[in-house]
């Protein structure tokens, strides 16, 4: 029996780990000391976390000292995440947590604010967060309690949709709030300056540009407000997150952060034809597919779609039958697929699956041609059923 053919299209969970980025961790490996050791292989490791703190700068146009290294970005977001900063060392209450209802769930659990200090806020049909909602909720909220902060991600994983947070940030701004910005699935994909966006931090990881797994970051636009640590300890990374550094993690996710700013819009432009074949092949193969976000921005390689009748775990099963990984959604929820919340949230009815397709700077024609040979036999048998 031969083996089926493995054709990967869920970038959007994990890029494959990019040669220059393996290459940089290998090399990390083999250097000896801790990177807060005073002596020669410590200034070493030292300059080898630097060096990857100035490129994951650059990334997000980002003072290299407003970069804060974390285990990834769930860490970032449980960092950022709470009711209590410092402007300098003069304490700073923040009152209230509101993230839109399609957030990632890192950030829907609200970090350290208690579960009553927390409010979603709606997005339109179009999967786009409603602005006049976003107005309301912070012209009632309680100043007495401390400021407000507003979490938007920048591009949804799910359905790729980019979120216009400069409109977001310039409401945010009118009511003396705080903007955090999830930036994982926007970076390499669609321009991200921290400062263009106006907001006040940004998270990023590794593994989604193709580095190693178990890096991220957590960018400020500026060094005076900060939040409370969630690690302390030895007081690595300026006090901000205590532990030491994992150089060799780092030193990929600083050679991913360099591949990211070459010639994006040519790799994109390539990545956005592939998408687009891919969808016009669904809607050849059949004329009830529904692509979600199809008439909104999104990043040029993210195609999520339902077909009704099929449940998102049936067609992930069916489609990893035929050779062909892609996902329901959100890859980190401990591998549980279910109901998507960003469908539920745009308004569509609960038993409606989804399944997305996310492409990478890897892929072919010949993984869109697999991809839609699959997918005919998937809607033959469902039509069959």
Known sequence: MTKTERTYLDWNATAPLLPAARDAFVAALDMVGNPSSVHGEGRALR???????RDVAVLVNAAPANVIFTSGATEAANLVLTPNYRMGRTPLAIGHLYASEIEHPAIREGGRFARENVTTIPVTRAGVVDFDALETLLHNHDKATGLPMVAVMLANNETGIVQPVKAVAEIVRRHGGLLVVDAVQAVGRVPVDIEALDADFLILTSHKLGGPKGAGALVSRGEV???????????????????????????GFGAAARSA???????????AGLRDALEKGMRAATNDVIIH???VERVANTSFFSLPGLKS????????????????GSACSSGKVGQSHVLTAMGFDAALGGLRVSLGPGSTEGDVERFLAAFSRVVSRRRAA
Not at 318 to 326: Q, S, V
């Open 261 to 271: 700013t070459e010639e994006p819009a040519a790799r994109n432009s390539r990545i």
């Open 313 to 328: 775990e049936t067609g992930q099963i069916a489609f990893d039958l035929e050779g062909i990984a892609l996902s329901a």
């Open 225 to 251: 407000l900060m939040p409370v640590p969630l690690i302390r300890g030895g007081g690595q990374e300026k006090g901000h997150r205590s532990g030491t550094e994992n150089p060799a993690a780092l030193a």
């Open 47 to 53: 300059m080898l976390v630097e060096a990857a703190r």
């Open 293 to 295: 976000g199809a008439e």
